[in-house]
């Protein structure tokens, strides 16, 4: 199983740190399970840690003039090679387009790093039946090399993320069967898992681990999950 967390805009750099410090003795020596942690930026530094920091976010640039944006000058100080493309807020609320999407896409795997692509549907889509969900989520992969060896695909239906309201297990293991024919890479689930759900969702055959918001914020919860996948 891969365990990712992904703190979106919270956490300080202070709590980061002792977050990332308390994972890994837990964890550290125990697991043979894959955990991934994607801070803020502001929170990125070189942490002497058996598990991987990633980013949520970087512009496709050495460096330059991207206001407020990072590039990679800013990732290779803490020796970041793990990126996070395509989640749905980046899409929805900061309006990344696909053209975009696959800039960034292609840019980081020119640099060989690892990417975790992010597909999901909105609840519009989800309401016009399992057939346009299908069709959506493939044009999400619309530019995209699937054949990269360092791809690991996240399906994240936009609706269940944050709400507390999971997808069904019939719902999952049918699209994840469906993107496992078309997709021979890693896939992940995300949308409000959590310790209680995490049991049957980690179960569903292809799903190879989970992306977590909110259940990745505090330590206890997000090392509560990952122990309740192996009761
Ligand atoms: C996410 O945004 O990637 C996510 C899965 O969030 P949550 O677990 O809070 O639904």
Same mark, same amino acid.
């Given at each position: 199983m891969i365990y990712a967390g992904n703190f979106k805009t919270n956490h300080t750099r202070a709590s980061t740190a002792s977050y990332i410090l308390a994972l890994n003795s837990a964890i550290e020596g125990k697991k043979k399970d894959r955990v991934v942690i994607f801070p803020p930026i502001s929170a990125l530094d070189s942490f002497d840690?058996?598990?991987t920091i990633g980013v949520?976010?970087?512009y496709p640039t050495q460096k330059g003039a991207f206001t407020g944006e990072i590039g990679v000058e800013q990732l290779d100080e803490f020796g970041i090679k793990t990126i996070l493309i395509?989640?749905?807020e980046r899409r929805e609320i900061l309006k990344e387009t696909q053209?975009?999407?696959v800039e960034k896409f292609n840019f980081f795997k020119s640099l060989g790093f690892e990417i975790f692509y992010?597909? @999901?549907e909105p609840l519009s889509v989800r309401e016009m039946g399992e057939g346009k969900v299908k069709e959506y989520l493939l044009s999400q992969f619309d530019g995209i090399d699937i054949a990269y060896d360092k791809l690991i695909v996240a399906y994240e239906p936009i609706w269940a993320i944050g709400t507390g309201r999971s997808a069904s297990v019939e719902d999952?293991?049918?699209?994840?069967?469906f993107l496992k024919s078309h997709i021979d890479k890693p896939l992940l689930y995300g949308g409000s898992v959590n310790p209680s759900n995490i049991g049957e969702i980690g179960s569903i055959d292809g799903v190879d681990g989970v992306l977590v918001g909110s259940a990745s914020l505090k330590v206890e919860s997000f090392l509560e999950l990952m @122990?309740?996948?192996d009761e």
């Open positions: 840690i058996s598990f949520q976010n970087a395509g989640h749905s053209d975009k999407v992010c597909i @999901g999952i293991r049918s699209i994840h069967q @122990g309740s996948r």
